[in-house]
């Protein structure tokens, strides 16, 4: 579908024609809040370009600079890039070469753990959502009840049986085992939202389509498919934020090589014979955040149109 | 390039090398061990890897490979743990703490080592070279019987940080006379001759707010005097509470005296909560930090680090960021004593303390391969040369031959404090319910240390807890 | 739905067929009971594991048979629940009837006894008690603060505005957050040297602040962590619902002058309260699992202790794998009366209105 905004109404600086209904006081207000919300995450960001020697600083350091002599220089840290090259390779004993930290794996790991995870959710859950919308099975409500509740339970609740699972069965510390249970966890998820797209999707051009004679496959594929694209996006980005942070079950069951980036995080706490390494930590922090930062900056859209669409029913 | 040909080509040179290294490189008779190995990710096991990558050559000939598995501290006993129930034995050796011994052992992971000591006289010198405490703490199970489980790896205690630039100033040197009429601690002989008495006076000496003069300047930031471990996470009181109460002349539950010893009676006897009392009246001195529970072993670092606080109780094995200019605001105003300790009655001090550190262990499941080449890598380990460079790097020793040399002191400042520490280090429990009491222990200590309970009751619950569990496990006769 | 005309008739129950998903079912369940009480935990592993395949096999056979392709789609999402979800639920609920500790080779069953223990033993039944009021402290405080701050968030931002793109992610950025860096820094926040909040104060003249030495402090430092990070998933749930209302709805209501709160209750209220019932629901199962930021921030000192951080200690630390078990499923009946009340009146509530 061709988009007629012009680009400075597909970056928000003008209104849309037709959905305008507030004006920049609104924004100066909305960024107040937004500001104040977002400090917390801002001060771990600006932490990241700080010495180990001037985070703590009393009084705090808050800016890299004195915005022209507004702040004074007390409040002012030099910033530097130490702490990223840091992340990735350090000297673990003083004096010593630095060598690598293995952190370049960590996020490979985390995000082809956390991607595939939630692409194989994806793909079997909205084949199962297809299912439940379409076919009236048997005690349909009962199983869509019992997978809401696997969601609902506690991951605590499985967690000394996954481990003794993985234990017998060898999975622990390889891929497919992690994969294969944060995809049982974005499963329900990802059942629930992809049926209530599919439930809204009018019938009649499927039937169509079928008396036309097409396979149900193609009924599917070329019809329905195409119609929760956005639904897909919504649901793709809700499981990476939860797959993406997820600790307790990283810890116990990844190995060496299949560790995510929230495990090995705690190296810089408590970690080489020091406390928190603040502007390590900060630095991790902050480069993790960025792949999810992205995806759901740009298919944000997508979220609440796809929330939207999903779950209320008209 | 398609992935067809990727794959092939791939799969061609891995073939080529595989037979490469089948044919030309290996010699036929040495062979490739690798040892894998769980540690906790810190300096002293850093300074390890790699002095082992530069230098350890195996005299059996063959290539042995140290594969370590470096896990941050706060998850290491979690992993570990996970590691050695799940049954996966991916592990030949681990660096372990001492009190895990028990729960290993039980459950038939570590390797019991006493048959490839006595069969090797190398290693059976270097066992008797090494101070008792440490070997009792790091070795044996059950406690201080003849049967070895471990070898020390990084042995550790508990010394005194101070702050030189504020203690030896003069004008706080001459007010501190005027008001407890005796010489505020200054040269390290001083420090090493402090006692609990001093601490406390020093304690309330130094608490300085924002703006008041410390040390001829006015403070940039409130000051204290003193600080120690006071959290409520893992052993972060037990540590110090059991050396008040050794030193008070009270007793832990004693495992060597199972099944006849008790522990109620004696974890609450009165010279413990007299111990326990002592204890939780200095924290008022300390950093506010520390009436919130999780004044831990960092955090008091960390406030020592940044200048907060003028004398700090913590392990050795944090000493190291204190000299660094990167990590430390006072990397170049530091001295280091002996840890406090109750003067006696004859005027000496009386220092029970609780060791640290750790001991390597050798698991159940290595090959008789893995377990000679782990074996050679320990005695490598545990000869001279290789321990005083160790110390030299910031690692210590518990080896007699190796700590006595009179270089040792000047390696680092608080190496001049080691050997007289060691006389004085016991260890608590070892057996298999370790966390069990240390827990329950560590909730109590902190109800008191947050000012929720007395000594009193607190003591008499931890006995109380202590004496039902152990009789349970039959640790304790009915 | 268009093709079962065609399909065979069902098999007997007890007519042995390859399509006999029923039969199945019952021979599965009674085979996976006795090998998980009877066989060695790995021999029952594999026992069960091969039930399940069975089982599987035989609805693919009866769903392929008869033609329906709902079965057939959802098969696979079922397999992998049951597999990593379903199937360790039932081998803890089964392993919470024994005396095993997973450092220890030895297992004996023992019925109820870790059940009577935790709820009669006057050591630990104190402590479960306890454990069980604070976490629905938790559960009521931090579900109540995200539902708010959510939802006046979510309506700050529910009118189209300049930038509010680029505003909207900041707002959404804590809940991508690690928890671990979440809870560090929080506690450098509320730390009384170093940390922003008691500098904050001091500079306004007051004293030096200790947010954590109180018990009030703690909950209060815990939960503002906790909600500041959550509220944002609240938000996006009501935010989608408060779009979604037709603008002719509100233009309508402006001809008849009808007030503000009438038109939130009568327009709007309709359109978000699902999605305000399903955020009220996920949040308070997540709320439930709270022990992370309760272990950064206080180790669970001033009586912070929440139930799920209880039982990482006991299965994990002290390896009391049963008695971890049967605390959990306490903890679980716990949960799934009160989803179901929840659910419940949920129900009654759209039926009447």
């Not at chain 1, 600079?65 to 673990?92: D, M």
């Not at chain 1, 496959?217 to 195409?226: E, G, S, T």
């Not at chain 3, 008695?323 to 009340?341: D, K």
């Amino acid at each position: 579908m061709a988009d007629t905004r012009s680009i400075w109404e597909k970056l928000g600086f003008r209104k849309a024609s037709g959905v305008g209904e507030a004006g920049w006081g609104h924004t100066l207000f909305a960024a107040i809040i937004s500001l104040i919300y977002f400090l917390p995450v801002l001060i771990i960001i600006l932490t990241s370009f700080k010495l180990q020697t001037e985070a703590l600083a009393v009084p705090p350091k808050l800016l890299p600079t004195t915005l022209f002599g507004l702040i004074p220089e007390q409040y002012v840290f030099s910033p530097t890039l130490e702490n990223f090259t840091s992340v990735f390779s350090r000297a673990y004993v003083a004096g010593g070469a630095a060598e690598s930290t293995g952190f370049d794996r960590f996020f490979f790991n985390s995000i082809f753990i956390a991607s595939t995870s939630v692409l194989l959710a994806l793909v079997i859950g909205t084949l199962a959502a297809y299912g439940f919308s379409r076919y009236a099975l048997k005690g349909n409500d009962t199983y869509l009840f019992i997978i809401l509740t696997t969601r609902m339970l506690p991951a605590i609740v499985v967690i000394i049986p996954v481990i003794l699972m993985f234990r017998i069965s060898g999975l622990s510390g390889s891929y497919l085992g992690i994969i294969l249970l944060y995809t049982a966890f974005n499963l329900p998820f990802t059942i629930w939202m992809m049926k209530s797209f599919f439930d809204e999707l009018s019938p009649d051009v499927e039937d169509a389509a079928r008396l036309d004679g097409s396979s149900e496959i193609k009924v599917f594929r070329k019809i329905c498919l195409p119609q929760v694209l956005a639904g897909l996006a919504a649901t793709f980005v809700f499981g990476l934020i939860l797959t993406w942070n997820e600790f307790l079950f990283a810890l116990l069951l990844t190995g060496v090589d299949t560790r995510t980036v929230p495990v090995a995080m705690n190296q810089a706490v408590g970690g080489g014979g020091i406390g928190v390494l603040w502007g390590l930590l900060a630095a991790i922090e902050t480069l993790f955040l960025i792949p999810v930062f992205l995806v759901t900056f740009f298919l944000q859209d997508h979220l609440l149109r796809g929330v939207t669409f999903g779950t209320v029913k008209r | 390039m398609s992935w067809q040909y990727k794959l092939t080509s791939f799969a061609g040179a891995a073939a080529v090398a595989t037979m490469m290294s089948g044919t030309f490189l290996t010699p036929a008779t040495a062979e490739e061990i690798v040892l894998k190995m769980a540690v906790p990710d810190w300096p002293p096991t850093r300074i390890m890897k790699d002095m082992f990558d530069k230098q350890y050559k195996a005299p059996s000939g063959n290539t042995v490979k140290l594969d370590i598995d470096f896990i941050p501290w706060p998850d290491y006993y979690t992993r570990l743990n996970a590691s050695l129930t799940s049954g996966e034995q991916k592990y030949n050796m681990a660096v372990s703490d001492s009190q895990w011994l028990g729960a290993f052992v039980e459950g038939g992971y570590y390797k019991k080592l006493n048959e490839f000591i006595d069969a090797d006289p190398g290693l059976k010198a270097a066992m008797d070279d090494m101070h008792p405490a440490p070997l009792n703490a790091y070795a044996t199970y059950p406690h201080k019987t003849q049967n070895y489980y471990g070898f020390p790896q990084f042995p550790d205690v508990l010394v005194t940080f101070a702050r030189k630039d504020i203690l030896c100033n003069e004008e706080e040197q001459k007010n501190f006379q005027a008001k407890f009429s005796k010489k505020l601690p200054c040269a390290p002989e001083e420090l090493d001759d402090m006692d609990w008495e001093m601490f406390e006076n020093i304690g309330q000496f130094f608490q300085r707010k924002k703006g008041e003069n410390l040390a001829g300047k006015p403070a940039d930031d409130d000051f204290y005097g003193i600080a120690y471990q006071a959290g409520k996470g893992y052993d972060f009181s037990s540590m110090q509470i059991n050396g008040f109460i050794w030193q008070y002349g009270g007793n832990t539950w004693d495992e060597t005296q199972a099944p006849k010893g008790q522990a109620e009676g004696v974890v609450n006897s009165p010279e413990a909560v007299k111990a326990l009392d002592h204890y939780l009246k200095l924290i008022q001195y300390m950093p506010p930090v520390a009436k919130t529970g999780t004044m831990d072993i960092f955090k008091s670092d960390e406030l020592f680090r940044e200048g907060k606080v003028a004398l700090n109780i913590d392990w050795i094995g944090l000493g190291e960021a204190s000299l660094n200019p990167e990590t430390s605001k006072v990397s170049d105003k530091i001295a280091f004593g002996l840890m406090p300790g109750l003067r006696g009655a004859d005027g000496k001090i009386i220092r029970w303390s609780n060791i640290g550190g750790q001991p390597f262990v050798l698991m159940t499941w290595n090959t008789d391969a893995q377990t000679k080449e782990a074996l050679d890598f320990v005695k490598w380990w545990l000869s001279k040369p290789v321990q005083t460079e160790y110390a030299s790097k910031g690692g210590q020793s518990a080896m007699k031959s190796v700590y006595s040399d009179p270089a040792y002191v000047t390696f680092r400042p608080w190496n001049r404090a080691w050997a007289p520490s060691l006389d004085w280090q016991k260890d608590v429990w070892h057996v298999p319910q370790f966390f069990e009491l240390l827990t329950q222990q560590q909730d109590q200590f902190d109800l008191a240390i947050t000012g929720k309970q007395d000594g009193k009751t607190t003591l008499d619950n931890v006995a109380k807890f202590q004496q039902n569990l152990l009789s349970e496990a039959g640790l304790i006769a009915p | 739905m268009t093709s079962v005309a065609l399909s065979p008739p069902a098999p007997d129950f007890k007519t042995i067929a390859p399509d006999n998903w029923k039969l199945a079912i019952a021979v599965g369940l009674v085979v996976s009971v006795l090998a998980t009480l009877i066989l060695p935990a790995n021999a029952a592993f594999w026992v069960v594991g091969a039930m399940a395949a069975m089982v599987a096999a035989s609805f693919v056979v009866n769903a392929y048979r008869r033609h329906y392709y709902g079965g057939l789609l959802v098969s696979p999402a079922i397999a992998v629940l049951f597999v990593m979800n379903i199937f360790p639920l039932l081998w803890s609920l089964g392993l919470s009837f024994f005396a095993y500790q997973s450092n220890q080779q030895t297992i004996r069953f023992v019925g109820l006894r870790n059940y009577q223990q935790l709820l009669t033993n006057d050591l630990k039944a104190p402590e479960l008690w306890a454990n069980l009021t604070n976490t629905a402290l938790f559960v009521v405080l931090t579900v109540t603060a995200q539902m708010i701050v959510g939802f006046l968030l979510a309506v700050l931002f529910a009118k189209q505005f300049p930038l509010r793109k680029y505003l909207l992610i900041l707002v959404l950025t804590p809940m991508m957050l690690s928890v671990v860096a979440v809870g560090v820094f929080f506690s450098y926040y509320y730390d009384p040297t170093f940390g922003l909040l008691s500098q904050v104060i001091k500079a306004w003249g007051g004293e030096q602040f200790i947010l954590m030495s109180s018990k009030t402090g703690a909950v209060a430092g815990i939960v503002f962590a906790d909600a500041w990070m959550w509220s944002p998933f609240v938000m996006l749930l009501v935010l989608a619902g408060l779009v979604s209302v037709p603008k002719y709805l509100y233009e309508a209501a402006a001809i008849d002058r009808v007030s503000g709160w009438r038109r939130f209750w009568t327009i709007t209220f309709p359109y978000i309260r699902g999605l305000l019932m399903l955020a009220l629901l996920f949040r308070t199962i997540e709320a439930f699992k709270m022990a992370d930021l309760v272990i950064l921030l206080t180790k669970g000192g001033n009586d912070t202790m929440t139930i799920s951080y209880h039982v990482i200690r006991i299965a994990n630390e002290q390896n009391k794998t049963s008695e971890g078990a049967a605390l959990s499923y306490l903890l679980l009946f716990v949960v799934i009366v009160l989803t179901n009340l929840y659910l419940y009146i949920a129900n009654r509530r759209s039926q009447g209105a």
